[in-house]
């Protein structure tokens, strides 16, 4: 099983790696903007489970190979750093999406069931490419090499998901109570990508000179 260290490293990197806007977070907010709190919420548990259909995949998939190889377990891991470095630029150019997000959701307001809700929630996060790519390029880093990688793939995914779930139902509260708040300054939204997405290349950075 991963280490302490490895514990603590991994959710600090998902917790940030989930605070920066893509697929997921636009989701949320236009969720909380354009449905009823209950539905935003059910949409986000609906998005969990889709990406914990993801880790499982990966675990399956993925697992064997990088246990079996360094040389793999060296590519992924410097993929993976490419790829966050990649995020965090995308992330600097696109922080006015989720202010477009949120004036788009205030347009257009609408109800929706239970059922629907938690399909289209599901759908977002099977298809979601960002949590995809990171779970590939990303969570074999946080495995023991001395113990079977596809369960720790499986409790690390597992572990992210409830982070975002939680994160995602605390931004889709937050949008569906403030929205005068953010209508009135929506620019706020903006220097919050600027933010994650400099953080997001530091880490990357820091991936490629890690040991």
Same mark, same amino acid.
């Given at each position: 099983?991963?280490?302490?260290?490895?514990?603590?490293?991994?959710?600090?990197?998902?917790?940030?790696?989930?605070?920066?806007?893509?697929?997921?977070?636009?989701?949320?907010?236009?969720?909380?903007?354009?449905?009823?709190?209950?539905?935003?919420?059910?949409?986000?548990?609906?998005?969990?489970?889709?990406?914990?259909?993801?880790?499982?995949?990966?675990?399956?998939?993925?697992?064997?190979?990088?246990?079996?190889?360094?040389?793999?377990?060296?590519?992924?891991?410097?993929?993976?750093?490419?790829?966050?470095?990649?995020?965090?630029?995308?992330?600097?150019?696109?922080? !006015? &999406?989720?202010? @477009? +997000?949120? #004036?788009?959701? $205030?347009?257009?307001?609408?109800?929706?069931? *239970?059922?629907? /809700?938690? =399909?289209?929630?599901?759908?977002?996060?099977?298809?979601?490419?960002?949590?995809?790519?990171?779970?590939?390029?990303?969570?074999?880093?946080? !495995? &023991?090499?001395? @113990? +079977?990688? #596809?369960?720790? $793939?499986?409790?690390?995914?597992?572990?992210? *998901?409830?982070? /975002?779930? =939680?994160?995602?139902?605390?931004?889709?509260?937050?949008?569906?109570?403030?929205?005068?708040?953010?209508?009135?300054?929506?620019?706020?939204?903006?220097?919050?990508? @600027?933010?994650?997405?400099?953080?997001?290349?530091?880490?990357?950075?820091?991936?490629?000179?890690?040991?």
């Amino acid at each position: 099983m991963p280490s302490t260290s490895q514990w603590v490293t991994f959710l600090a990197a998902s917790i940030l790696f989930i605070q920066v806007p893509g697929p997921s977070l636009l989701f949320t907010l236009g969720r909380a903007l354009t449905v009823s709190l209950r539905a935003a919420l059910t949409s986000v548990v609906g998005n969990a489970l889709g990406v914990l259909t993801q880790v499982v995949a990966v675990a399956v998939g993925l697992g064997a190979v990088v246990a079996a190889s360094s040389t793999a377990y060296t590519v992924v891991k410097l993929v993976g750093a490419a790829y966050v470095v990649w995020l965090g630029v995308q992330a600097i150019r696109h922080r !006015t &999406d989720a202010r @477009a +997000a949120m #004036a788009a959701g $205030l347009a257009r307001p609408s109800r929706e069931g *239970a059922r629907r /809700a938690l =399909a289209t929630g599901f759908t977002v996060g099977l298809s979601n490419p960002k949590t995809l790519v990171f779970f590939l390029a990303f969570l074999p880093q946080f !495995t &023991d090499p001395g @113990a +079977a990688a #596809a369960p720790q $793939l499986v409790l690390l995914g597992l572990a992210f *998901a409830v982070l /975002a779930a =939680a994160s995602d139902s605390l931004w889709a509260t937050a949008a569906g109570r403030a929205r005068t708040w953010f209508a009135r300054k929506p620019q706020r939204l903006d220097s919050m990508g @600027a933010v994650g997405g400099v953080m997001m290349i530091g880490l990357g950075t820091g991936m490629v000179l890690s040991d």
